[in-house]
């Protein structure tokens, strides 16, 4: 059985950093596209940043400078570190995991961005 687990969400202050964390479970990680989703209330789910398998990263406009994606291949983790938040960061962040055909999501974690 496939399991993403988010960790690391919670409530911090505009210009603030947080580390946000994925660990998988049922799954060949190394092989496996990872990503990192988010929805705000009221809006559609958006791609803030993905890592192939060998890596290779890309972002979101409004998010590059700030965040950064990256794996362990042997935590089977995937993490987002992400610095001077914003509070339209605001939103539950969702990692996701993609292979061929195959797409995995997790539960999801609220990150709240305000003073």
């Known amino acids: 059985q496939v399991q993403l687990v988010e960790s690391g969400g919670g409530l911090v202050q505009p210009g603030g950093s947080l580390r946000l964390s994925c660990a998988a479970s049922?799954?060949?990680?190394?092989?496996?596209?990872m990503g990192w989703y988010r929805q705000a209330p009221g809006k559609q789910r958006e791609l803030v940043a993905r890592?192939?398998?060998?890596?290779?990263?890309n972002y979101a406009d409004s998010v590059k400078g700030r965040f950064a994606i990256s794996r362990d291949n042997g935590k089977n983790t995937v993490y987002l570190q992400m610095n001077s938040l914003k509070p339209e960061d605001t939103a539950v962040y969702y990692c996701?995991?993609?292979?061929?055909?195959?797409?995995?999501w997790g539960q999801g974690t609220q990150v709240t961005v305000s003073s």
């Open positions: 890592i192939s398998s060998d890596a290779s990263a």
């Open positions: 049922g799954i060949i990680f190394s092989i496996y596209g």
């Open positions: 996701n995991a993609v292979w061929v055909g195959e797409v995995h």
